[in-house]
């Protein structure tokens, strides 16, 4: 099994996440310095930042029942595994089994955030090519304008990243307040956007992803994803 895959699958964190630790060097097998892409046998003792980790065992895959949850998370949260991280999405939610989130959602903003156990499928949700919505309402420090609704929806350069957004839907809501949906999740993107009309937000929050919405979630709470659902976010799957 690949290292990353093996790291996941012990609910530590993403493969993404993996692959980070494994370049930083935080990671060791059987003692070793190791490297991406390196494979892990039945055998083999893993270590991140030297605490040994232990995967799934071969042909027990659903010994225990994966966790899909959908979180309205409150502003000051941060989305990270990281438990030394005062205010960290693992600690908040304290869930029973080792869990971690499908992609980010800035400490500053709240709304809807995915968690799971499943590192296998973290990747087929956020891959850029599969152009999965987000829906975001947006509040700013000015009235929203019918010239900034055509500038942010046809695409905004940001040269700090050195890249241009994708076209995306926007509509004015009601005076200082929009929505607008991406198909893409570059860093702290809407912000960006925003700033580079010269304004600034005040409030920023997730209400979808692909097809699950926040709905009547309160912020903190949490409720597991129903099956269509899970047939809506991964439909190539039949198993989850």
Known sequence: MRLN?????????????ADALIAAGRVTINGKPVELGQQVGETDEVRVDGKPVHGRVRGAEHATRRVYIALNKPVGITCTTERHVAGNIIDFIGHPQRIFPIGRLDKDSDGLILLTSNGDIVNEILRSENNHEKEYLVTIDRPVTPEFVAGMAGGVHLPELNATTKRCRVE????????????????RQIRR?????????????????????????????WRDLSEAELRGLLPGRTIW
């Open 193 to 221: 956007m925003c700033e580079a009309f010269g304004c600034k937000v005040r409030r920023l929050q997730r209400v979808r992803i692909v097809n699950v919405r926040l709905g009547a979630l309160k912020p903190g709470q």
């Open 5 to 17: 895959k093996y790291i996941s699958e012990t609910g530590l964190c993403s493969r993404r996440e």
């Open 172 to 187: 004015k809501i009601a005076g200082n307040t929009f929505r607008i949906v991406l198909t893409q999740g570059l860093n």
